[in-house]
Protein backbone atom coordinates (compact mmCIF):
# COMPACT_ATOMS: atom_id res chain seq x y z
CA UNK A 1 0.00 0.00 0.00
CA UNK A 2 1.39 3.23 -1.21
CA UNK A 3 1.81 5.77 1.86
CA UNK A 4 1.12 9.54 0.89
CA UNK A 5 2.08 12.12 3.35
CA UNK A 6 -0.74 15.17 3.12
CA UNK A 7 -0.13 18.27 4.73
CA UNK A 8 -3.03 20.57 5.80
CA UNK A 9 -5.24 17.01 5.74
CA UNK A 10 -7.49 18.44 8.36
CA UNK A 11 -8.16 21.67 5.98
CA UNK A 12 -10.84 21.92 3.51
CA UNK A 13 -9.78 20.50 0.67
CA UNK A 14 -7.42 18.37 1.85
CA UNK A 15 -9.83 15.98 3.92
CA UNK A 16 -11.95 15.48 1.10
CA UNK A 17 -8.58 14.50 -0.63
CA UNK A 18 -7.63 12.05 2.45
CA UNK A 19 -10.88 10.43 1.93
CA UNK A 20 -10.65 10.15 -1.88
CA UNK A 21 -6.93 8.48 -1.55
CA UNK A 22 -8.14 6.14 1.47
CA UNK A 23 -10.88 5.07 -1.28
CA UNK A 24 -8.41 4.62 -3.83
CA UNK A 25 -6.55 2.34 -1.01
CA UNK A 26 -3.46 4.36 -0.54
CA UNK A 27 -2.59 5.31 2.89
CA UNK A 28 -2.76 8.51 4.53
CA UNK A 29 -0.64 10.40 6.78
CA UNK A 30 -2.27 13.67 7.94
CA UNK A 31 0.36 16.65 9.08
CA UNK A 32 -1.70 19.73 10.47
CA UNK A 33 -0.88 22.38 12.58
CA UNK A 34 -4.57 22.72 13.25
CA UNK A 35 -4.37 26.63 12.91
CA UNK A 36 -7.11 26.35 10.73
CA UNK A 37 -8.87 23.23 11.62
CA UNK A 38 -10.30 21.00 13.84
CA UNK A 39 -8.71 17.39 14.63
CA UNK A 40 -12.31 16.19 14.95
CA UNK A 41 -12.48 16.17 10.99
CA UNK A 42 -10.43 12.79 11.39
CA UNK A 43 -14.04 11.49 12.93
CA UNK A 44 -15.80 12.62 9.48
CA UNK A 45 -12.89 10.36 7.51
CA UNK A 46 -13.25 7.97 9.38
CA UNK A 47 -17.11 7.46 9.70
CA UNK A 48 -16.62 7.74 5.77
CA UNK A 49 -14.23 5.59 5.20
CA UNK A 50 -14.10 3.06 7.58
CA UNK A 51 -10.28 4.31 8.55
CA UNK A 52 -9.21 6.47 10.51
CA UNK A 53 -5.25 8.33 9.10
CA UNK A 54 -2.46 8.75 10.76
CA UNK A 55 -2.11 12.17 12.07
CA UNK A 56 0.96 14.51 12.79
CA UNK A 57 0.42 17.73 14.77
CA UNK A 58 2.97 19.69 13.24
CA UNK A 59 4.00 22.67 11.94
CA UNK A 60 5.91 22.41 8.65
CA UNK A 61 7.73 25.09 9.03
CA UNK A 62 9.57 23.46 12.26
CA UNK A 63 12.33 21.75 9.78
CA UNK A 64 13.29 19.59 12.94
CA UNK A 65 9.92 18.42 13.58
CA UNK A 66 9.08 17.83 10.02
CA UNK A 67 12.45 15.74 9.82
CA UNK A 68 11.17 13.37 12.72
CA UNK A 69 7.86 13.30 11.09
CA UNK A 70 9.60 11.62 7.68
CA UNK A 71 11.53 9.69 9.79
CA UNK A 72 8.91 8.43 11.79
CA UNK A 73 6.72 7.59 8.85
CA UNK A 74 9.41 5.92 6.62
CA UNK A 75 8.39 4.73 3.08
CA UNK A 76 6.58 7.80 2.06
CA UNK A 77 5.89 8.13 -1.83
CA UNK A 78 4.57 11.29 -2.44
CA UNK A 79 3.57 14.62 -0.55
CA UNK A 80 0.29 16.15 -1.20
CA UNK A 81 1.29 19.97 0.15
CA UNK A 82 -2.62 21.81 1.00
CA UNK A 83 -0.72 23.54 4.25
CA UNK A 84 -0.62 27.28 3.62
CA UNK A 85 -2.75 29.92 5.17
CA UNK A 86 -5.53 31.13 2.36
CA UNK A 87 -7.20 34.70 3.45
CA UNK A 88 -6.59 36.90 1.10
CA UNK A 89 -7.81 39.93 2.66
CA UNK A 90 -5.74 39.10 5.78
CA UNK A 91 -2.78 38.55 3.51
CA UNK A 92 -2.33 41.95 2.56
CA UNK A 93 -2.50 42.61 6.52
CA UNK A 94 0.31 40.73 7.70
CA UNK A 95 2.51 40.10 4.68
CA UNK A 96 5.51 38.16 6.44
CA UNK A 97 2.73 35.96 8.13
CA UNK A 98 2.31 34.98 5.19
CA UNK A 99 5.50 34.27 3.44
CA UNK A 100 7.03 32.81 6.33
CA UNK A 101 3.91 30.27 6.36
CA UNK A 102 3.47 29.41 3.15
CA UNK A 103 7.30 29.18 1.70
CA UNK A 104 9.16 28.11 4.72
CA UNK A 105 7.06 25.14 4.64
CA UNK A 106 7.52 24.16 1.16
CA UNK A 107 11.25 24.93 1.32
CA UNK A 108 11.45 22.29 4.39
CA UNK A 109 9.48 20.15 2.43
CA UNK A 110 11.65 20.56 -0.83
CA UNK A 111 14.84 20.47 1.39
CA UNK A 112 14.05 17.36 3.15
CA UNK A 113 12.33 15.00 0.92
CA UNK A 114 15.26 14.15 -1.32
CA UNK A 115 16.81 12.91 2.11
CA UNK A 116 13.97 10.59 2.61
CA UNK A 117 13.91 9.10 -0.94
CA UNK A 118 10.82 11.00 -1.24
CA UNK A 119 10.25 12.07 -4.92
CA UNK A 120 7.01 13.23 -5.61
CA UNK A 121 4.89 16.29 -4.92
CA UNK A 122 1.41 17.30 -5.63
CA UNK A 123 1.05 20.99 -4.99
CA UNK A 124 -1.94 23.31 -4.08
CA UNK A 125 -1.56 26.39 -6.50
CA UNK A 126 -4.30 28.67 -7.76
CA UNK A 127 -6.03 30.33 -10.14
CA UNK A 128 -5.16 33.87 -8.61
CA UNK A 129 -1.91 33.46 -10.55
CA UNK A 130 -4.04 34.62 -13.43
CA UNK A 131 -5.17 37.50 -12.51
CA UNK A 132 -7.42 39.14 -15.11
CA UNK A 133 -6.58 37.02 -18.08
CA UNK A 134 -6.68 38.25 -21.62
CA UNK A 135 -8.36 35.75 -22.97
CA UNK A 136 -11.08 33.33 -21.39
CA UNK A 137 -11.16 30.30 -21.01
CA UNK A 138 -7.92 30.61 -19.94
CA UNK A 139 -5.07 27.85 -20.54
CA UNK A 140 -2.17 26.65 -18.68
CA UNK A 141 -0.14 28.92 -20.90
CA UNK A 142 -1.53 32.08 -19.91
CA UNK A 143 0.96 34.52 -18.51
CA UNK A 144 1.11 34.54 -15.17
CA UNK A 145 0.40 38.17 -14.10
CA UNK A 146 1.40 40.22 -11.00
CA UNK A 147 0.00 39.13 -8.08
CA UNK A 148 -2.96 41.19 -5.96
CA UNK A 149 -2.19 39.73 -2.43
CA UNK A 150 0.39 38.47 -0.64
CA UNK A 151 -1.00 35.39 -0.32
CA UNK A 152 -1.41 34.98 -4.39
CA UNK A 153 1.98 35.81 -4.52
CA UNK A 154 3.00 32.88 -2.01
CA UNK A 155 1.50 30.80 -4.80
CA UNK A 156 3.12 32.53 -7.42
CA UNK A 157 6.82 32.21 -5.88
CA UNK A 158 5.71 28.72 -4.62
CA UNK A 159 5.61 27.22 -8.61
CA UNK A 160 8.62 29.30 -9.08
CA UNK A 161 10.41 27.50 -5.92
CA UNK A 162 9.22 24.14 -7.25
CA UNK A 163 9.89 24.76 -10.60
CA UNK A 164 13.56 25.83 -10.11
CA UNK A 165 13.69 22.98 -7.65
CA UNK A 166 13.03 20.23 -10.09
CA UNK A 167 15.12 21.98 -12.73
CA UNK A 168 18.29 21.38 -10.45
CA UNK A 169 18.28 18.32 -10.00
CA UNK A 170 16.39 14.89 -10.62
CA UNK A 171 15.44 14.44 -7.05
CA UNK A 172 12.20 15.02 -7.15
CA UNK A 173 9.12 15.68 -9.90
CA UNK A 174 5.71 17.54 -8.87
CA UNK A 175 2.62 18.50 -10.25
CA UNK A 176 1.29 22.07 -9.35
CA UNK A 177 -2.45 21.78 -9.53
CA UNK A 178 -4.36 25.43 -10.39
CA UNK A 179 -7.88 25.35 -8.26
CA UNK A 180 -10.29 27.54 -9.83
CA UNK A 181 -13.42 28.04 -6.75
CA UNK A 182 -13.46 24.86 -4.96
CA UNK A 183 -17.33 24.51 -3.22
CA UNK A 184 -19.65 21.86 -1.97
CA UNK A 185 -19.06 19.32 0.21
CA UNK A 186 -18.66 15.46 0.88
CA UNK A 187 -22.15 13.74 -0.14
CA UNK A 188 -22.48 12.35 2.95
CA UNK A 189 -22.02 16.02 5.06
CA UNK A 190 -19.64 14.22 7.58
CA UNK A 191 -16.62 16.46 6.16
CA UNK A 192 -17.34 20.02 4.34
CA UNK A 193 -15.67 23.75 4.71
CA UNK A 194 -15.49 25.11 8.21
CA UNK A 195 -14.47 28.81 7.91
CA UNK A 196 -13.35 30.45 10.97
CA UNK A 197 -15.48 33.27 12.21
CA UNK A 198 -17.19 35.31 8.84
CA UNK A 199 -16.15 33.58 5.82
CA UNK A 200 -15.02 35.60 2.74
CA UNK A 201 -16.01 33.43 0.79
CA UNK A 202 -19.22 32.94 -1.60
CA UNK A 203 -20.66 30.00 -0.73
CA UNK A 204 -20.22 29.62 3.18
CA UNK A 205 -21.53 33.11 3.40
CA UNK A 206 -24.83 32.31 1.31
CA UNK A 207 -24.77 29.00 2.69
CA UNK A 208 -24.39 31.46 6.46
CA UNK A 209 -27.06 33.29 5.29
CA UNK A 210 -29.65 31.08 4.08
CA UNK A 211 -29.24 29.52 7.73
CA UNK A 212 -29.86 32.85 9.50
CA UNK A 213 -26.45 33.00 10.92
CA UNK A 214 -25.71 36.13 8.63
CA UNK A 215 -28.38 38.45 8.02
CA UNK A 216 -27.65 39.25 4.64
CA UNK A 217 -25.11 38.88 2.02
CA UNK A 218 -23.69 41.39 -0.08
CA UNK A 219 -22.94 40.77 -3.50
CA UNK A 220 -19.83 42.72 -4.46
CA UNK A 221 -20.68 44.94 -7.24
CA UNK A 222 -22.84 44.76 -10.36
CA UNK A 223 -21.58 46.88 -12.99
CA UNK A 224 -18.66 44.19 -13.92
CA UNK A 225 -18.65 44.06 -17.97
CA UNK A 226 -20.37 40.56 -17.83
CA UNK A 227 -23.60 39.63 -18.92
CA UNK A 228 -25.56 40.83 -15.41
CA UNK A 229 -23.07 42.75 -14.29
CA UNK A 230 -21.72 40.29 -11.81
CA UNK A 231 -18.16 38.93 -11.15
CA UNK A 232 -18.11 35.23 -12.99
CA UNK A 233 -15.72 32.12 -11.63
CA UNK A 234 -15.60 28.70 -12.04
CA UNK A 235 -17.46 26.97 -8.81
CA UNK A 236 -15.76 23.30 -8.56
CA UNK A 237 -17.13 20.86 -6.33
CA UNK A 238 -14.21 19.93 -4.03
CA UNK A 239 -14.53 16.16 -4.65
CA UNK A 240 -14.05 16.32 -8.23
CA UNK A 241 -11.14 18.34 -7.13
CA UNK A 242 -10.01 15.58 -4.37
CA UNK A 243 -10.18 13.23 -6.77
CA UNK A 244 -7.69 14.98 -8.98
CA UNK A 245 -5.33 14.70 -6.73
CA UNK A 246 -5.31 11.13 -6.32
CA UNK A 247 -4.83 10.75 -10.27
CA UNK A 248 -2.22 13.40 -9.91
CA UNK A 249 -0.61 11.27 -7.46
CA UNK A 250 -1.11 8.35 -9.28
CA UNK A 251 0.38 9.90 -12.38
CA UNK A 252 3.98 10.46 -10.04
CA UNK A 253 4.34 7.67 -8.74
CA UNK A 254 4.00 5.47 -12.17
CA UNK A 255 6.41 8.40 -13.98
CA UNK A 256 3.74 8.99 -16.42
CA UNK A 257 4.49 12.42 -16.40
CA UNK A 258 5.68 14.04 -19.74
CA UNK A 259 7.67 16.49 -17.72
CA UNK A 260 9.05 16.40 -13.71
CA UNK A 261 6.95 19.68 -13.55
CA UNK A 262 3.40 19.60 -14.69
CA UNK A 263 0.76 22.71 -14.00
CA UNK A 264 -2.80 21.39 -14.43
CA UNK A 265 -6.01 24.06 -14.19
CA UNK A 266 -8.79 22.37 -11.89
CA UNK A 267 -12.35 23.41 -12.67
CA UNK A 268 -15.61 22.70 -14.81
CA UNK A 269 -14.75 24.89 -17.59
CA UNK A 270 -17.93 27.11 -16.80
CA UNK A 271 -18.08 30.43 -15.87
CA UNK A 272 -20.96 31.25 -13.51
CA UNK A 273 -22.14 34.80 -12.10
CA UNK A 274 -22.73 35.68 -8.26
CA UNK A 275 -26.05 36.48 -9.27
CA UNK A 276 -26.50 33.18 -11.91
CA UNK A 277 -24.76 31.47 -8.17
CA UNK A 278 -27.73 32.93 -6.06
CA UNK A 279 -30.21 32.31 -8.17
CA UNK A 280 -29.09 28.42 -8.41
CA UNK A 281 -28.99 28.41 -4.69
CA UNK A 282 -32.50 29.51 -3.99
CA UNK A 283 -33.59 26.71 -6.68
CA UNK A 284 -32.20 24.05 -4.97
CA UNK A 285 -32.86 24.65 -1.56
CA UNK A 286 -36.12 26.70 -2.14
CA UNK A 287 -34.78 29.23 0.26
CA UNK A 288 -34.73 33.14 -1.03
CA UNK A 289 -31.82 34.83 -0.01
CA UNK A 290 -31.39 38.24 1.38
CA UNK A 291 -28.70 40.06 -0.69
CA UNK A 292 -28.21 43.42 -1.43
CA UNK A 293 -25.56 44.88 -4.40
CA UNK A 294 -22.55 47.02 -2.74
CA UNK A 295 -19.78 48.08 -4.13
CA UNK A 296 -17.22 46.34 -6.06
CA UNK A 297 -14.71 44.01 -3.90
CA UNK A 298 -11.06 45.79 -4.14
CA UNK A 299 -8.67 43.49 -5.83
CA UNK A 300 -11.80 40.95 -7.44
CA UNK A 301 -11.08 39.89 -10.65
CA UNK A 302 -13.69 40.48 -13.27
CA UNK A 303 -14.17 37.27 -14.69
CA UNK A 304 -12.29 33.86 -14.94
CA UNK A 305 -13.22 30.17 -15.65
CA UNK A 306 -10.55 27.18 -17.09
CA UNK A 307 -9.75 25.99 -20.05
CA UNK A 308 -9.67 22.20 -18.67
CA UNK A 309 -9.07 20.43 -21.67
CA UNK A 310 -5.27 19.67 -20.83
CA UNK A 311 -6.29 18.43 -17.55
CA UNK A 312 -9.15 16.33 -19.12
CA UNK A 313 -6.07 15.25 -22.21
CA UNK A 314 -3.56 14.16 -19.86
CA UNK A 315 -5.15 13.37 -16.31
CA UNK A 316 -8.19 11.07 -17.92
CA UNK A 317 -9.92 13.51 -15.56
CA UNK A 318 -13.52 15.83 -15.22
CA UNK A 319 -15.37 17.85 -13.23
CA UNK A 320 -18.67 15.35 -12.98
CA UNK A 321 -20.88 17.55 -10.40
CA UNK A 322 -23.52 20.41 -11.79
CA UNK A 323 -23.42 23.15 -9.95
CA UNK A 324 -26.97 22.61 -8.95
CA UNK A 325 -25.69 18.91 -7.00
CA UNK A 326 -22.72 21.01 -5.76
CA UNK A 327 -24.80 23.77 -4.12
CA UNK A 328 -26.89 21.33 -2.43
CA UNK A 329 -23.77 19.28 -0.95
CA UNK A 330 -23.01 22.73 0.33
CA UNK A 331 -26.44 23.42 1.91
CA UNK A 332 -26.77 20.02 3.33
CA UNK A 333 -23.59 20.10 5.11
CA UNK A 334 -24.14 23.85 6.61
CA UNK A 335 -27.24 22.52 7.76
CA UNK A 336 -25.64 19.48 9.44
CA UNK A 337 -23.17 21.11 10.83
CA UNK A 338 -24.70 24.31 12.59
CA UNK A 339 -28.33 23.47 13.32
CA UNK A 340 -28.34 19.17 13.00
CA UNK A 341 -32.10 19.57 13.71
CA UNK A 342 -33.47 20.97 10.80
N1 LIG B 1 -18.50 37.59 -3.34
C1 LIG B 1 -19.60 38.36 -3.02
N2 LIG B 1 -19.98 38.42 -1.72
C2 LIG B 1 -19.29 37.78 -0.73
C3 LIG B 1 -18.17 37.00 -1.06
C4 LIG B 1 -17.79 36.94 -2.39
O1 LIG B 1 -20.23 38.95 -3.89
O2 LIG B 1 -19.69 37.90 0.45
C5 LIG B 1 -18.10 37.47 -4.76
C6 LIG B 1 -16.69 37.98 -5.04
O3 LIG B 1 -16.74 39.36 -5.31
C7 LIG B 1 -16.29 37.12 -6.23
C8 LIG B 1 -17.03 35.80 -6.02
O4 LIG B 1 -18.06 36.10 -5.08
O5 LIG B 1 -16.80 37.72 -7.40
C9 LIG B 1 -16.15 34.71 -5.46
O6 LIG B 1 -15.46 35.22 -4.31
P1 LIG B 1 -14.69 34.27 -3.28
O7 LIG B 1 -14.20 35.14 -2.18
O8 LIG B 1 -15.57 33.13 -2.92
O9 LIG B 1 -13.47 33.68 -4.12
P2 LIG B 1 -12.39 34.44 -5.04
O10 LIG B 1 -12.77 34.20 -6.44
O11 LIG B 1 -12.18 35.82 -4.57
O12 LIG B 1 -11.06 33.58 -4.76
C10 LIG B 1 -10.12 33.97 -3.79
C11 LIG B 1 -8.71 33.81 -4.36
C12 LIG B 1 -8.36 32.36 -4.53
C13 LIG B 1 -8.53 31.69 -3.23
C14 LIG B 1 -9.96 31.86 -2.81
C15 LIG B 1 -10.16 31.19 -1.50
O13 LIG B 1 -8.62 34.45 -5.62
O14 LIG B 1 -7.02 32.22 -4.91
O15 LIG B 1 -10.27 33.26 -2.66
O16 LIG B 1 -9.48 31.82 -0.50
F1 LIG B 1 -8.21 30.39 -3.34
Not at 256 to 262: A, G, H, L, Q, S
Request: net charge negative.
Amino acid sequence: MKKILVTGGTGYIGSHTAVELISEGYEVVIADNLSNSKITVLDGIEKITGTRPAFERIDLCDGQGLESMLQKHGDVSAVIHFAAYKAVGESVGQPLKYYRNNLLSLINLLELMPLYSIENLVFSSSCTVYGQPEQLPVTEQAPVQPATSPYGNTKQVSEEIIRDTVAASNAIKSIALRYFNPIGAHASALIGELPVGVPNNLVPFITQTAIGIRGQLSVFGNDYHTPDGSCIRDYIHVVDLAKAHVVAVRRLIENKNRTPFEVFNLGTGRGVSVLELIRTFEKVTGKPLNYRITDRRPGDTEQVWADTSFANKELGWQARSTLEETLRSAWEWEKQHHQPEI
